[in-house]
């Protein structure tokens, strides 16, 4: 406590000497706070952003999948194959579910085209679960008839994309006709082709646009029927507790699948390949992490501007100060107290502008859809009081092209004490070098040229 009571001390009574409130000064002040604050509010919404991204991937379809590329590539004892991976205790912790589920490629009508589609079957083993969104592997199901939808695992009923609803035209209890390989592959025949006619009983949102637009979701009896699948499937659906634990989950599941006779009557007929989502997604998911990584740089380099800003701002004031620093030194301070003093001012102007913009940020971050809003408004005002006739509405953050019911913000504090840390960091180190200069000055020429 001595010690910092004495560096205080000294800075305090050479800055009362020195006079730091200059004009460059509280300009450094200004531009390093609007860094660190526009570097916290970018950064909040890119987190937001990936948060709601990654949520509605996880949502939509299964964290790993296990398929058998052996042959067709169906899996009949996909019981057998369930029971052993439930009964080894280490992924038991960390699996929520494992169920069969039929995944592939299909064709729907919309007037005279068909279009490609993903078409997925998953167990219902509940109707109330499927209602009350409790199925691991089925989305969130916004729209649905109530009666019909009873006897989903008997009849020809299907769950499509809020956004596939949109683009065909499809309304509650359409008709749809879908398409699907039939059969095996012949060089006489080429590919047979399977066609049913369906009803539209449902509408889902994961809130990931390529899947609400894409998939076609239909209990797994009607699809083994419908694909000419009976007892089988092509494909193992796992959800698992954190996505944090894919890669270790993948490689016990691949572990488990490959002990040796566990079962050699499948083994002989498989040959399994195991796959998480984020690397079916990982492109997707790089180019969030890259995009996100090149704002903060370019955001970070204001705030290096700033720090630069500063150099010329303590180097500035030590020209001004000369005759002062002279006086000092020659009244006996020493050259490490106006080393101290002048990096001392850097230091504090660096946190109180770290501070300010820190918590400008956090407050703008939290207010950023009233923000975006009442911007809106305020346009649309101008506009429509100077072109009442043809004024069309503008929205600043248009749902639906960004797919979002809000504007994601995520405010990460660690990262936000990071970003004022080295904020302080750089205005200490701006004003190092200044201050050496100054801490070296000649005390019997400073006063005599000044």
């Not at 691949?254 to 195991?274: F, H, K």
């Amino acid at each position: 406590m001595g010690i910092v009571t004495l560096i205080t001390t000294r800075y305090i009574r050479g800055s009362r000497v020195l006079g730091f409130l200059s004009i460059k000064s509280r300009l450094s002040f200004i531009v390093m706070a609007v860094g660190v604050s526009l570097l916290v509010v970018v950064l909040s919404i890119f987190n937001g952003f990936q948060k709601q991204v990654k949520e509605s991937l996880w949502q939509g379809g299964p964290h790993i999948t296990i398929e058998n590329s052996f042959g067709s590539g169906a899996i009949y004892d996909y019981e057998k194959v369930i029971s052993h991976l439930q009964s080894d205790p280490k992924l038991k912790d960390t699996i929520i579910s494992v169920e069969g589920n039929i995944t592939s490629h299909g064709l729907i009508q919309s007037n005279n085209n068909f279009n490609p589609i993903m078409i997925r079957a998953v167990p219902i083993d509940s109707v109330e679960r499927l209602l009350q969104n409790g199925l691991p592997n089925f989305p969130r199901i916004l729209h649905y008839n109530r009666d019909e939808i009873q006897n989903i695992n008997s009849k020809k009923l299907v769950v499509i994309g809020k956004e596939m609803s949109a683009i065909f035209g499809y309304g509650m209890g359409r008709e749809i006709t879908m398409a699907v390989p039939g059969g095996r592959f012949t060089v006489e025949r080429g590919v047979q082709v399977n066609v049913q006619t369906f009803r539209l009983t449902g509408l889902f949102k994961t809130g990931y646009y390529n899947y609400d637009s894409k998939f076609v979701f239909l209990s797994l009896p009607v699809a083994q029927d419908f694909f000419k699948m009976k007892g089988a499937v092509n494909q193992i659906a796992i959800k698992v507790r954190s996505l944090d634990d894919l890669k270790l989950t993948k490689t016990r599941i691949l572990d488990r699948l490959r002990e040796d006779n566990w079962n050699p009557s499948i083994q002989e007929t498989s040959s399994w390949s195991v796959r998480t989502i984020a690397e079916e997604q990982e492109n997707f998911l790089a180019a969030l992490r890259l995009e996100k990584t090149i704002i903060s740089i370019i955001v970070f380099l204001f705030i290096v501007l700033a720090a630069l800003g500063m150099v010329a701002t303590v180097h500035s004031l030590v020209r001004a100060k000369r005759k002062s620093i002279g006086t000092l030194k020659a009244l006996g301070l020493a050259s490490n107290d106006i080393l101290l003093i002048f990096t001392l001012n850097a230091m504090v102007v660096g946190i109180l502008s770290s501070l300010v913009g820190g918590m400008w940020g956090i407050f703008v971050a939290t207010k950023l859809e009233v923000i975006i809003s009442g911007l809106s408004e305020i346009i649309n005002a101008i506009g429509s009081a100077l072109n009442p006739g043809d004024w069309n509405h503008v929205e600043l953050v248009p749902k639906d092209i960004y797919y979002f019911d809000h504007i994601p913000v995520d405010i990460d504090i660690s990262f936000i004490f990071m970003v004022t840390t080295a904020s302080t960091i750089l205005s200490g180190l701006a004003g190092y070098f200044p201050a050496r200069w100054a801490a070296n000055l000649n005390p019997v020429d400073t006063i005599r040229n000044d």
